[in-house]
Protein backbone atom coordinates (compact mmCIF):
# COMPACT_ATOMS: atom_id res chain seq x y z
CA UNK A 1 0.00 0.00 0.00
CA UNK A 2 1.47 3.00 -0.62
CA UNK A 3 1.25 6.56 1.63
CA UNK A 4 -0.59 9.07 -0.64
CA UNK A 5 0.32 11.81 1.29
CA UNK A 6 -0.16 14.99 0.03
CA UNK A 7 3.94 16.48 -0.70
CA UNK A 8 4.08 20.01 0.51
CA UNK A 9 4.41 22.47 -2.15
CA UNK A 10 3.84 19.80 -5.27
CA UNK A 11 0.85 18.68 -6.98
CA UNK A 12 2.11 14.84 -6.38
CA UNK A 13 1.63 12.04 -3.47
CA UNK A 14 4.25 10.33 -1.47
CA UNK A 15 4.92 6.76 -3.24
CA UNK A 16 6.37 5.42 -0.41
CA UNK A 17 5.07 2.36 0.75
CA UNK A 18 3.00 2.46 3.97
CA UNK A 19 3.42 1.35 7.12
CA UNK A 20 0.80 -0.38 9.13
CA UNK A 21 -1.48 2.56 9.38
CA UNK A 22 -0.88 3.33 5.46
CA UNK A 23 1.70 6.06 5.71
CA UNK A 24 5.10 6.21 5.45
CA UNK A 25 7.74 6.37 7.92
CA UNK A 26 7.94 10.66 7.08
CA UNK A 27 4.38 11.09 7.10
CA UNK A 28 2.87 9.52 10.63
CA UNK A 29 3.70 5.63 9.76
CA UNK A 30 4.86 3.53 12.96
CA UNK A 31 7.68 2.14 13.02
CA UNK A 32 7.48 -2.11 13.06
CA UNK A 33 8.34 -3.45 16.14
CA UNK A 34 10.79 -6.55 17.00
CA UNK A 35 10.74 -8.93 13.46
CA UNK A 36 8.80 -6.72 11.59
CA UNK A 37 12.00 -3.90 11.34
CA UNK A 38 13.23 -3.60 8.18
CA UNK A 39 16.38 -3.81 10.61
CA UNK A 40 15.77 -7.03 11.94
CA UNK A 41 18.58 -9.54 11.84
CA UNK A 42 17.47 -12.14 13.88
CA UNK A 43 19.73 -10.87 17.07
CA UNK A 44 19.13 -10.00 20.47
CA UNK A 45 16.79 -12.25 22.12
CA UNK A 46 13.20 -11.99 24.26
CA UNK A 47 13.20 -10.49 28.01
CA UNK A 48 11.75 -14.12 28.98
CA UNK A 49 15.67 -15.21 27.84
CA UNK A 50 17.27 -12.70 29.17
CA UNK A 51 15.48 -13.23 32.24
CA UNK A 52 16.08 -17.07 32.31
CA UNK A 53 20.25 -16.58 31.73
CA UNK A 54 20.41 -14.00 34.84
CA UNK A 55 19.11 -16.33 36.53
CA UNK A 56 20.77 -19.27 35.55
CA UNK A 57 24.31 -17.06 35.83
CA UNK A 58 23.26 -16.17 39.31
CA UNK A 59 22.86 -20.00 40.35
CA UNK A 60 26.17 -20.92 39.09
CA UNK A 61 27.63 -17.80 40.88
CA UNK A 62 25.85 -19.41 43.97
CA UNK A 63 27.11 -22.55 43.24
CA UNK A 64 30.76 -21.55 42.50
CA UNK A 65 30.69 -19.70 45.77
CA UNK A 66 29.39 -23.13 47.71
CA UNK A 67 32.34 -24.87 46.13
CA UNK A 68 35.06 -21.86 47.13
CA UNK A 69 33.72 -21.89 50.60
CA UNK A 70 33.61 -25.98 51.08
CA UNK A 71 37.54 -25.41 50.23
CA UNK A 72 37.39 -28.11 46.88
CA UNK A 73 38.75 -25.20 44.81
CA UNK A 74 40.95 -22.17 45.31
CA UNK A 75 38.70 -18.83 44.67
ZN1 LIG B 1 4.61 9.35 2.75
Known amino acids: ML????L???ESYCQKHGMLNGRCRLHGG????????WNYQGKGCTKAERQRSAETSASIKLLKQLVINLGMIES
Not at 3 to 6: F, I, L, Y
Not at 30 to 37: A, I
Open 8 to 10: RGK
Open 30 to 37: LSPKNQDH
Open 3 to 6: CGAK
